[in-house]
């Protein structure tokens, strides 16, 4: 088959930010995946909830609210931060700016993960003891899969920023990575209410 | 094999982006021919066994899932046919009841999970590119990566058959059978792990189908444009997405049950068996949607070119897609009606069961009215169109009458359950994947099929099959149960197991068939040229096989039918780099070009990483540390895997 030449694609951008990168879509669909495994999970929640009469059951004591509020609210900070930090892989101008948000992003991930260890003595229970306890210690788990899997992640992304050169996908790759960073926190927030106040208050 | 004429007629503007200012190029043909050697050389593999193992092609990998899918389907009819032999009389010993436990486990999990949905998916991984005008997936690497993560986990499924570890707990593992009271030793957890690397591997590929549908479209390819079975693997990716956590949730608290002590599944501390039913009929009966939406995107394109006319009422087949998408997360509790569910529940999930009906209903009235308003050619493939249009409609019917509790509770467990869903799912995939395989054939390979060993095929496949699965019916009727081992004389049953296992017979024999017109045309089969059907679609345009990087220049189209609209001349667009893998990435919507973006080189990292990931789910069978332990090559082979290509720190400078 013969071809016409109707246009030219070379002055087009060699790379692009959120919607329009095609790594933003699968980092999105992952999220979907996962956000999904969230939801089922917390879904098993309710259908277990809703076959025990007292919540948590006998003898197991709600959980102890300290720890998970340090974490929320750690949470929360680091989200400031990191959305400060996506603004400045946005505007591609400040390497400097860059390379320090990934770092205090580190220290705050470091600090987080720390804080979460506090946690899981504090939930009164063991994942063996009942169903109560396995629910709740399996969303407790999941979140901290994707929290330490984020934070392993902008390890490697932060050694490769001071080791090598920072070109305009490197800052479209730390925004991207700032897009996950929120999808931990958003996700934590209903796992927080349903592991520490939900007890507390159905 | 050919490959395109590098002449071109011309420069014009850009018909889609008014507002940017595009430089038309003339390629003379010499600059043409080295830049096409540039391309060749650009998107090579590196030679022998190496370049096997690091390929990131789309063609090759999605090959080589062909093949493996297709051997495990040769073994999962095996099973069958050694059940069927085991059925044929009464009292038989051929099996012993624990192997014939094996055997239906194997069967049904082996043809669900490594057969059905990664069959479906090697022909997308192949064609969706091709079809949508790209030069690659979305995620090369990722493609890649899938594919040696579903091998290690049929791998898993099998060796541990092999080695009689093989799980015997049915393809759906209901709880408790499956759980520490009743499955001692690994078997279950084979089972479960094997869920896990299948639906890594599954999810894997649907996000990068997503990616490159959404964003990797031809120019000019708008949505309304996109071609039915582009749309079909969209709405399936989408449910991919939605429907496989599902499963991987319920095996993984399976697991942790078997080996933690958690209580999820346990009624005596707080937990529920039906739990697990609902985590997994949340996936199982989207899953069954995942399985034969392709083969309604298959039927689609093979109805159009066979009828020498676009498919009737494009519009109306793209919205029964969509709502077959949700309305089949409406339907898992009809799987569960068996357990005691409250009325209101029954109602709901019947008249939802009911309503799916209608989409399906409408694309089969869609096609039919193509086929009748067409000026149809009864090749091959369209032989299996109408076999999957007689085949799914009466599985269609079965389904419609066991959405009815009253009836569901007298069928259920039985062989007419066994009929129906063989009627839906070998009628809507298995049929137009062999319609598939006939049409697409020639793209893959270069070469034809025989057209008479296919009509043999066909027709021996449709009798055979029609003659091993309507009996079921009958024998659901009058009571035999499934997954039994024998059943006593003087049932009345021998005579239609008979006749089952004949139709079995023959559909070996329509298999065998297949594979000799397989093998016998990869060397002698007619060449085939880029377009042997005349299609319509943009897959066509490349050449038979396609080139390493699909297209030498971007096409842009201007129709749903973009070959019969410009039948002398296609229009393309210059520009993407020869020198660099370079794709070209478009809006969602619209399809305007937009940015041009990198596509990894080939590499040894998916592989390592699915040999991490390897490590990690066997390992979790024996203890759950292996999640610890396993994280370090993980993230060493992840690393790999993502390390820049950029220049260290400092030596930006440095003369090149």
Redo the contacts between chains.
């Keep these: ?16 930010f959120g ?4 790594i933003w ?2 980092l999105m ?2 999220m ?3 956000s ?2 969230f939801v ?2 917390l879904g ?1 929640w309710v ?2 909830r809703g ?2 009469p007292s919540w948590p ?1 006998p003898p197991d004591a709600v959980p102890g609210l300290i720890p998970g509020i340090v974490v929320t609210v750690l949470f929360l900070l680091s989200e400031v931060v990191n959305r400060w930090l996506a603004a400045q892989a946005k505007k591609k101008e400040d390497d400097h700016a860059v390379r320090l948000g990934v770092t205090a992003m580190l220290v705050l991930g470091l600090a987080i993960v720390v804080a979460r260890m506090f946690e899981f003595p504090q939930l009164h229970t063991r ?9 709740v ?2 969303l407790m788990f999941l979140h901290t899969l994707h929290l330490i899997t984020d934070w ?1 992640d902008t390890v ?1 992304l932060g050694a ?1 920023l ?4 920072i ?1 305009p ?2 800052h479209s790759e730390v925004y991207d990575n700032c897009g996950y960073w929120t999808f931990v926190v958003v996700s934590w927030l209903p796992i927080w209410f349903v592991v520490y106040i939900a007890p507390r208050v159905m | 094999m050919t490959r395109p004429p590098k002449k071109t007629t011309g420069p014009a503007p850009s018909p889609r982006r008014p507002k940017k200012e595009a430089t038309p190029v003339v390629a003379a043909p010499v600059i043409a021919a080295a830049a096409d050697a540039q391309l060749e050389e650009t998107w090579a593999d590196a030679p022998g066994f190496w370049g096997w193992l690091t390929t990131v092609d789309h063609k090759r990998i999605a090959r080589r899932y062909l093949v493996t899918a297709f051997i495990f389907f040769l073994l999962a009819g095996l099973a069958a046919v050694a059940m069927r032999l085991q059925l044929s009389k009464p009292e038989n010993t051929l099996l012993s009841p624990a192997r014939y436990n094996e055997l239906f486990t194997i069967h049904g999990s082996t043809m669900m999970f490594i057969f059905a949905v990664p069959i479906m998916e090697a022909v997308t991984v192949f064609l969706i590119p091709l079809m949508v005008g790209a030069r690659a997936l979305a995620f090369p690497r990722l493609n890649a990566y899938s594919y040696w993560v579903y091998l290690a986990g049929a791998l898993t499924l099998w060796i541990g058959f092999i080695l009689n570890v093989g799980p015997d707990i049915g393809w759906f593992a209901y709880t408790p059978l499956s759980g520490p009271e009743y499955s001692a030793g690994h078997r279950a957890d084979i089972w479960a792990q094997m869920i896990t690397f299948t639906e890594i591997a599954a999810l894997a590929v649907a996000v990068n189908l997503m990616a490159t549908i959404l964003k990797m479209r031809a120019p000019g390819m708008t949505l309304s444009r996109m071609p039915l079975f582009a749309w079909s693997t969209l709405v399936t990716s989408l449910m991919t997405i939605f429907a496989l956590p599902a499963v991987m949730l319920a095996s993984s608290l399976l697991m942790s049950d078997r080996l933690l002590g958690t209580h999820f599944y346990n009624a005596a501390e707080g937990g529920d068996h039906i739990l697990y039913q609902h985590l997994f009929w949340f996936f199982g009966h989207p899953e069954v949607y995942i399985i034969f939406l392709p083969g309604l995107g298959f039927v689609s394109m093979i109805t159009a070119t066979f009828s020498r006319r676009p498919v009737f009422g494009h519009i109306v087949m793209v919205l029964a897609l969509i709502s077959i998408g949700f309305l089949a997360f409406g339907l898992w509790v009809h799987h569960m009606f068996a357990t005691g569910l409250p009325r209101l529940g029954n109602s709901f999930y019947t008249a939802a069961s009911m309503a799916i009906a209608l989409p399906s209903g409408v694309q089969i009235f869609c096609w039919i009215a193509t086929i009748w308003s067409g000026r149809p050619v009864f090749k091959t493939p369209l032989l299996w169109v109408i076999g999957f249009i007689v085949t799914f409609v009466i599985g269609g019917l079965s389904g419609v009458m066991v959405a009815s509790v009253p009836l569901d509770l007298q069928l259920h467990d039985t062989y007419f359950v066994v009929a129906h869903f063989h009627y839906v799912l070998i009628g809507g995939a298995v049929f137009p994947l062999f319609g598939a395989f006939q049409y697409w054939f020639p793209k893959f390979t270069g070469r034809m099929l025989s057209e008479t060993l296919g009509k043999w095929h066909f027709w021996l496949f449709f009798i055979g099959f029609n003659v091993a699965f309507f009996p079921m019916h009958i024998l659901g009727l009058m009571g035999m149960p499934r997954r039994v081992y024998t059943y006593p004389s003087g049932m009345g049953w021998e005579r239609y197991n008979q006749i089952a296992t004949l139709g079995g017979v023959i559909v070996v024999v329509s298999v065998l068939s297949f594979i000799v017109n397989v093998l016998t045309s990869l060397r002698r089969g007619v060449p085939a040229g880029d377009n042997p059907w005349d299609a319509p679609s943009l897959e066509w345009a490349a050449t038979s096989p396609p080139a390493p990087y699909n297209f030498a220049h971007t096409p842009v189209i201007s129709s749903r039918e973009p070959l019969w609209e410009q039948r002398e001349v296609l229009p393309i667009m210059t520009g993407l780099s020869t020198a660099e893998r370079e794709v070209l990435v478009t809006t969602p919507v619209d399809a305007e070009p937009d940015n041009r973006q990198s596509s990894p080189d080939p590499s040894i990292w998916p592989f390592v990483a699915a040999i991490a990931t390897t490590m990690v789910l066997i390992g979790t069978i024996f203890s759950e540390w292996a999640l610890v332990w396993g994280a370090v090559p993980l993230t060493i082979a992840f690393s790999g895997w993502f390390w820049p290509k950029r220049p260290r720190r400092g030596a930006k400078q440095e003369p090149q």
């Design positions: 088959m013969r071809t016409n030449v109707v246009g030219d694609l070379y002055a087009l951008p060699d790379h692009a919607l329009k990168s095609i879509w699968g669909g992952f979907m995946i996962e999904m495994g089922l999970a098993a259908y277990i076959l025990n059951p994942w063996d003891v009942n169903a109560y306890g396995s629910v210690w399996l392993i490697v490769w001071y080791t090598h050169e070109e996908s490197q």
